[in-house]
Antibody
Framework: QVQLVESGGGVVQPGRSLRLSCAAS????????MHWVRQAPGKGLDWVAF????????YYVDSVKGRFIIYRDNSKNTLYLHMNSLRVEDTAVYYC??????????????WGLGTLVTVSS | DIQMTQSPSSLSASVGDRVTITCRAS??????LNWYQQKAGTAPKLLIY???SLESGVPSRFRGSGSGTDFTLTISSLQPEDFATYFC??????????FGQGTKLEIK
């Protein structure tokens, strides 16, 4: 079955860096675009970044442009999010999600369990 | 950016009730509207895609409708496991798929 497992979260000081990973299994990872979505404590869902199946296209929400980098290693079935210059407002649970794009269908059909990033001095 | 507005923000209901949650887009998004359910401490789960298509394995008491700017999620007869937070998501603006702020459904 499809599984997405995030890791790499933790407590980090403002201005520091952190790399999140999302290990995928149960499907052909190299055929799917992938997203990162975050959720601040007690808040809603915010889309963060997208990478298409072969890294040809990458997109970011404005608030992380120039600070976060999304990339993937299809040989390892793993998605990454490298976060630089972290801010207190980046504190959130970070989820990876699979992009389902098929005819009129565009959604996130599988999600990981999330990894908590806390930015605090 | 397309803004998504859900109403109400919270809702109290009883088992067996019929409930409706509304989502409005700031511009027309055709049928590119999805609904997710999130229970406390867990990841969101896809319920409805393309405004009205039921994801595999989701009970038929969940129904989505609408097109353009106005959409609804209806739960025909609430079950105890349905008490959760529900989010709509537009998928018109590829790939920046923004979410509504959520509707928390609580037990009355």
């Amino acid at each position: 079955q499809v599984q997405l497992v995030e890791s790499g979260g933790g407590v980090v000081q403002p201005g520091r860096s952190l790399r999140l990973s999302c290990a995928a299994s149960g499907f052909t990872f190299s055929s799917y675009g992938m997203h990162w979505v975050r959720q601040a404590p007690g808040k809603g869902l915010d889309w963060v970044a997208f990478i298409d199946y072969d890294e040809g296209k990458k997109y970011y929400v404005d608030s992380v442009k120039g600070r976060f980098i999304i990339y993937r290693d299809n040989s390892k079935n793993t998605l990454y999010l490298h976060m630089n210059s972290l801010r207190v407002e980046d504190t959130a649970v970070y989820y990876c999600a699979r992009d389902q794009y098929y005819y009129d269908r565009r959604d996130f059909d599988y999600w990981g369990l999330g990894t908590l990033v806390t930015v605090s001095s | 950016d397309i803004q998504m507005t859900q109403s109400p923000s919270s809702l109290s209901a009883s088992v067996g009730d019929r409930v409706t949650i509304t989502c409005r887009a700031s511009q027309s998004i055709n049928i590119y509207l999805n609904w997710y359910q999130q229970k406390a401490g867990t990841a969101p789960k896809l319920l409805i895609y393309s405004a009205s298509s039921l994801e595999s394995g989701v009970p038929s008491r969940f129904r989505g409708s609408g097109s353009g700017t106005d959409f609804t999620l209806t739960i025909s007869s609430l079950q105890p496991e349905d008490f959760a937070t529900y989010f709509c998501q537009q998928s018109y603006s590829i790939p920046r798929y923004t979410f509504g702020q959520g509707t928390k459904l609580e037990i009355k």
